[in-house]
């Protein structure tokens, strides 16, 4: 199986912070990864794919980078509305897995 | 307007078979990857399994001995079960669609139900 490992898995951070989190693979996936954004009570709603990717009517403050086996999430002016946490989802092979997140709570 | 609805009996008792139901409208079944997602209370999510190409299926290593995954296209419905459940299964079940992308090389979750809460209790 192809583990992900998300970091930080908790950050604090104020509105208009540049924020980056981090998302490793266990072994190359190339750019075969998308994130996703879930709020308390909540489906998960997709934000990036193909690693970098943005999904229709998603904000352009997100934006996604990376290819092989390290990718970034990044919101480049953090909004109220962005606290939440963030899952990294590799869809390399036939079986997927999610990261275990990072939640991002206000400072 | 692509929308998914999870359903199922409610509690499930040890040992016995958890069934969900994930019923889609706006979209044929027929076609993209339908998976179901579990993630229990203040944990992170885990990718249980899909079901594409009308029938053919893909499932979590971890789970594969318990799980099946099925469709039903004349009802525009795919299911779950997980069999021989513990409290370790409690969780909430989400349903979503994978739509192709990367050149129709990969296939991200862009719709989910609301999910379902499943409490696995004696």
Redesign the interface.
């Known amino acids: ?1 192809i583990q992900l490992t998300q970091s930080p898995s908790f950050l604090s951070a104020s509105v208009g912070d540049r924020v980056t989190i981090t998302c490793r693979a266990s072994q190359g996936i190339s ?2 990864l ?1 994130w ?1 954004q ?1 709020k308390p009570g ?5 934000l990036i ?2 690693a970098s ?1 943005l ?1 229709s009517g998603v904000p352009s403050r997100f934006s996604g980078s990376g290819s092989g086996t390290e990718f970034t999430l990044t919101i480049s002016s953090l909004q109220p509305e962005d606290f939440a946490t963030y ?1 990294c ?1 590799q ?2 092979t ?8 990072t939640k991002v709570e206000i400072k | 307007q692509v929308q998914l609805q999870e359903s199922g009996p409610g509690p499930v008792k040890p040992s016995e078979t958890l069934a969900l139901t994930c019923t889609v409208s706006g979209v044929s079944i027929r076609s993209d990857y339908w ?1 179901w ?1 579990r993630q229990p209370p203040g944990k ?4 249980i399994g ?1 079901v594409y190409n009308s029938g053919k299926t ?4 971890s789970l594969k001995s318990r799980v099946t995954i099925s469709v039903d296209t004349s009802k525009n419905q795919f299911s779950l079960k997980l069999s021989s459940v513990t409290a370790a299964d409690t969780a909430v079940y ?1 349903c ?1 669609r ?1 739509s192709p ?2 050149g129709g ?6 719709y ?4 379902t809460l499943v409490t696995v209790s004696s």
């Open positions: 199986d750019y075969y998308a996703y879930q909540k489906a998960p709603k997709l794919y193909a990717t999904q899952y989802q869809l390399s036939y079986t997927w897995t999610f990261g275990l997140g | 998976s997602i992170g999510m885990e990718w899909n893909n499932y979590n290593p989400y979503a994978g992308r990367c090389d990969c296939y991200p979750l862009d989910w139900g609301q999910g």
